[in-house]
């Protein structure tokens, strides 16, 4: 039974991830890449998971003063392009100029994603604007996974999608799930730098350990802050507990690009998000009662 159930996440998980692609086609699926190449031409039928990831990225963004754009595809592009290239060649590896980011960041205003629920369409109205949903899609996929979890009978389960981790009831009975926070400097022999404890709650947690390039000893991450254009260095990661895990992925990205009183001050002032923070030297900062959560 465990295993059919399983199956059944599975190909939920691999549908949501053609939907929400934004680099692949896939026969038979208007997805994120179909609207993008689609800017400015004609607006695109698609499935009302997309029309709902558009509508909660809208909110979140409203929610984090616009730190979470999707709309920003334009210029993560180009971040994107540099990075690949420098990781490919790390003696080559650049910066883009500046003033080829100012120019796609014309065109990052979620105002232009419009959207007909009637006609379920969504419609680019910047012929050069492009949608990037890494900041959120995985983080939605994976909760509407973990409904869909409990809708076929599965009470106690913990999905795993790569810094994503949302646990839907307990482990067993009186037990909670107990989950390691990576340590993000990955040449330390302690592999987690803390354990938490959580039930009916999601881990999400953004950082500059996994996807970054080196330019002159520098290392930048993919993490780009919508205010400068340019990869935020104020963390080693940022971890969020709460009960949802778009909210979770969307809040972890945008307080990796907050200095951290202001990222405190925002989390303090929102009702079940705790927050940890992970300084470049190692030090780390809580949320008021995110150490209810660490494991003794």
């Known amino acids: 039974e465990f295993t059919a159930q399983v199956e059944l996440l599975k190909e939920k998980l691999v549908y949501y ?21 689609n800017a400015g031409i004609a607006p695109i039928v698609v499935d009302r998971e997309i029309i709902g990831l558009l509508q909660f990225s809208k909110d979140m963004y409203e929610q984090t003063q616009g730190q979470t754009n999707i709309a920003m595809g334009s210029v993560l592009s180009i971040w994107h392009d540099y990075r690949e290239a420098g990781v490919n060649s790390p003696l080559d590896a650049k910066l883009p100029p500046m003033d080829e980011l100012e120019n796609a960041s014309a065109h990052m205003d979620i105002g232009d994603i419009i959207i007909d629920e009637e006609a379920s369409t969504v419609y680019l109205s910047d012929p050069e604007m492009s949608l990037d949903v890494g900041s959120i899609g995985k983080g939605y996929a994976v909760q509407r996974v973990a409904e869909y979890a409990r809708e076929i009978g599965m009470e106690n389960v913990l999905l ?61 991450c993919h993490i780009i802050d919508p205010d400068t254009l340019m990869p935020a260095d104020y963390f080693a990661s940022v971890s969020i507990i709460t009960a949802d895990s778009g909210m979770a992925d969307a809040l972890s ?23 940890m923070w992970i300084f470049g030297d190692g030090s780390i900062r809580y949320s008021e009662s995110f150490e209810q959560y660490v494991a003794q």
Not at 17 to 37: F, P, R, S, V
Not at 266 to 271: C, P
Request: aromatic share 12%; charged share 20%; with cysteine.
């Open 17 to 37: 991830n053609q939907l929400y692609d934004i680099y692949h086609n896939y026969e038979g699926i208007n997805n994120i890449k179909t609207i993008n190449d």
């Open 160 to 220: 795993s999608v790569g810094g994503n981790v949302c646990a839907v009831g307990e482990k067993q009975k009186g037990t909670a799930w107990r989950l390691g926070i990576q340590n993000p400097d990955l040449s330390s022999e302690e592999a987690y730098v803390k354990k938490v404890d959580v039930r009916d709650a999601c881990v999400v947690t953004s950082g500059n350990y996994q996807r970054y390039y080196t330019v002159d000893g520098v290392r930048y």
């Open 253 to 275: 990205t945008s307080l990796y690009n907050m200095p951290f009183d202001e990222g405190l001050a925002f989390v303090n002032g929102m009702d079940g998000v705790e927050a």
